[in-house]
Structure formats: C-alpha cells, structure tokens
C-alpha cells in the first residue's frame, strides 16, 4: 500500500481545509487513518475510516469539526476539517492499518503517507 496525503496549507481560526489521502496496491480491505502531530509533542491519531464497511472513528477533540469520507473511484480518502482552531496546528499524516476500527496505538498502522502542514493562524 502506497500513500499520498495532500491538501495541507495556512488558514484563519475558523477556517476550513480538506486533506486528502491518495491510497494504491489493495487498499481495500483496509482501514484508513489520520493522524497529526505538533511540534514537541507525540504523534496523535484523530480519526479513522473502514475502506469497506465505512465506519468512522473520531477523538473528541475533532468530533463534530472534521469529517471523513473516501471516494472508492479515486481511491482517495478525505479528511474535511471545519472550524479549525490554532491548536488544530500540526504535521497530518494518513496511515493504513487491517484492523476493522481505528486505535491509536502507531504500531497498528504498517503503512504511512507523508506529512501534510496544517496551520492555523489566531
């Protein structure tokens, strides 16, 4: 599995970005994750979509901001990002995993994109 996150840039507080997650090679059975990570700090995961069945997974932290969805055409995972917030500011990365549900643990996610800046300016 191959991965390719984009759609990373500078934003108001308050405004929107979509990151997008370009998947190749038998993506399909797995699950789909983002996570970020700011600077000094530990890499977070925040939300997670099965590629078959569609279940979505979301901290607190973005539940009811940030929206997953993937286009099975495209082959590509999407990550809208409403309302964001200056603490929203950090590296995103997408990632691949088999598991059916996302979890945070980093050593459940074999496969990684590269990171995409977010900013989020007050």
Not at 24 to 33: E, I, K, Q, V, W
């Amino acid at each position: 599995v191959q991965l390719q996150a984009s759609g990373g840039g500078l934003v108001q507080d308050g405004g929107s970005l979509r990151l997008s997650c370009a998947a190749s090679g038998g993506f399909s059975r797995y699950t789909m994750g983002w996570f970020r990570q700011a600077p000094g700090k530990e890499r977070e995961f925040i939300a997670s979509i099965n590629w078959h069945f569609g279940d979505t997974v979301y901290v607190d932290s973005v539940k009811g901001r940030f929206t997953l969805s993937r286009d099975s055409a495209k082959n590509t995972v999407y990550l809208q990002m409403n309302s964001l917030k200056p603490e929203d500011t950090a590296v995103y990365y997408c990632a691949a995993g088999y598991q059916r549900v996302g979890v945070p643990d980093l050593n459940n996610w074999p496969y990684w994109g590269q990171g995409t800046q977010v900013t989020v300016s007050s």
